[in-house]
Structure formats: C-alpha cells, structure tokens
Nanobody, 118 residues
C-alpha cells in the first residue's frame, strides 16, 4: 500500500492550495482518511479527517477555511485550503485507516510542504 500526496507549494497569505492524496495497492476497504501537519519545532497535529460515510472533523484553527473531501472510487482524499495564513506553514501528511486484507491498519503518506508567505 502506498499513499501519494501532492499539491503543496508556496503561496502568499490569503491564497489557496488544494492537496490530494491517493492510496494505491491491494486495498480491500478504506475507513477514515485525513490530513495532519507538522511545523518546525512542533508536534504533528490533526488538521481534518473524513469518515467513509462523509462525516468530517476539523481542527479549530482551520475551521471555515479548509474543507476535506474524498472520492471513494479513486481512493483519494482532498484538502482545499483557502485564506491561508503564515501559521499554516507546515509539512502536511495524509493518513488513512484501511484494510489491505490484513485487517485495518494506519498508513501515512510522505508529506507535502505548504509554505505561506506574509
């Protein structure tokens, strides 16, 4: 199983970015899909998560600015980030809980850098 994330980059404050993460491999079923981030010198934190039925949860710091969604046919999760702030600068990791015929396990993507300039 592999998670391939993309969409990071450098953007000015107030701008937007859209992250994507696709799971591939011998996947039987996927439960939660989500995004975490880690800024330099800080712990990794949850940004947003979406369940298989579409139920979502967001960190307070990004509510109203970020939207998580998923395409179950493509095994892909998205994070639309609007009104970006310099404090959103971090390495963003996608995360999924999926069953690759080994029972449900937690998988991480490689991280994609988001840098917001002031």
């Amino acid at each position: 199983v592999q998670l391939q994330a993309s969409g990071g980059g450098l953007v000015q404050a107030g701008g937007s970015l859209r992250l994507s993460c696709t799971a591939s491999g011998n996947i039987f079923r996927i439960s939660d899909m989500g995004w975490y981030r880690q800024a330099p010198g800080k712990q990794r934190e949850l940004v947003a998560v979406i369940g298989s039925g579409g139920l979502t949860d967001y960190a307070d710091s990004i509510k109203g600015r970020f939207t998580i969604s998923r395409d179950n046919d493509k095994n892909t999760v998205y994070l639309q980030m609007n009104s970006l702030k310099p404090e959103d600068t971090a390495l963003y990791y996608c995360n999924t809980v999926l069953d690759a015929n080994l029972g449900f396990r937690n998988y991480w993507g490689q991280g994609t850098q988001v840098t917001v300039s002031s």
